[in-house]
């Protein structure tokens, strides 16, 4: 099994930035992906940006030049820096971890933008 553990969210003025954080644990698999989702208020969901362990990523649109996931593997971690910030990036983020088929979600953290 795998255990996902979120840091990072809370509120910010639009412009601002956010650093997420997802610390994965237990069975880790060396091929694997690792990314976020956010859930919006009115409970669409949208994949926000993925990165594979060998380093490719994708975006949504809507964050592209914003956003940049990375990640260090030593620490089985995973990073969403969220630059110049929008009130539409209000959302509760939830990371991920797929490998092997199996699919682990964290808790997921509130992110709040707005003056």
């Known amino acids: 099994q795998v255990q996902l553990v979120e840091s990072g969210g809370g509120l910010v003025q639009p412009g601002g930035s956010l650093r997420l954080s997802c610390a994965a644990s237990g069975s880790i698999f060396s091929v694997n992906t690792m990314g976020w989702w956010r859930r919006f208020p009115g409970k669409e969901r949208e994949s926000v940006a993925t990165m594979t362990a060998s380093g490719t990523t994708e975006y949504v649109d809507s964050v592209k030049g914003r956003f940049t996931t990375s990640r260090d593997n030593t620490k089985n971690t995973v990073y969403l820096q969220m630059n110049s910030l929008k009130s539409e990036d209000t959302a509760v983020y939830y990371c991920?971890?797929?490998?092997?088929?199996?699919?682990?979600w964290g808790q997921g953290t509130q992110v709040t933008v707005s003056s």
């Open positions: 991920y971890y797929f490998g092997l088929g199996l699919k682990t």
